[in-house]
C-alpha cells in the first residue's frame, strides 16, 4: 500500500442560485456521478460543500484517490468525462484554476480550507510539489 494518496479539489461557479432550477439536472447528475465515484478502483473520500452565496453561488469538489492513475481514470473516463464536456451549462468559466492536486499521507483526509488554501497556492505560484495539476504533476513526497 502506497504511503500516499492523491487529493483533489475543484471549484465550480454556478450561473445561478445552487437551488435554482437551472441546475436541477446537474444534481440529479452528480448524484449518478458520485454514486460511481464510491465504487471506482482506488476511490478513499469525497467531500461536496455547496456555498449558495446571492452574488456568487460556487460549488467545492474534495476527493481522494489512491493513484494518480485511479483518478485520472475516473475523471476522464466514462460518464464524468461526459458531465466535463457540458458543465458549461450549468457553471461559468473558471476565474483562475479551476482544480488541483496535491498528495496526502495515506490516511489522512483534506479539509474546505486546505482546498482553498491550495488552490490559492496554485494560482499564485503556478504547479509545484504542493499544489499541481494534470498536465504538470509532481511525484508523491519520499518518506
Known sequence: MSQHHIAQANILYAVDSLKSEALADFHELALDIDALARKAPGFVFRLESLFDLPEDPY??????????????DFTYGGEHADSLRIRRKWFKPPRGAPSVL???????????????????TLNAK???????TFRRSFPPPQS
Not at 490516511?107 to 480550507?113: A, E, H, K, T, Y
Request: charged fraction near 20%; avoid cysteine.
Open 102 to 120: 496535491w498528495w496526502m499521507p495515506a490516511g489522512s483526509l483534506p479539509d474546505v480550507d486546505e482546498s482553498m488554501a491550495r488552490l490559492g
Open 59 to 72: 460549488m467545492l469538489n474534495i476527493s481522494v484517490w489512491e493513484s494518480m492513475e485511479a483518478l485520472r
Open 126 to 132: 503556478g504547479p509545484t510539489a504542493e499544489a499541481f
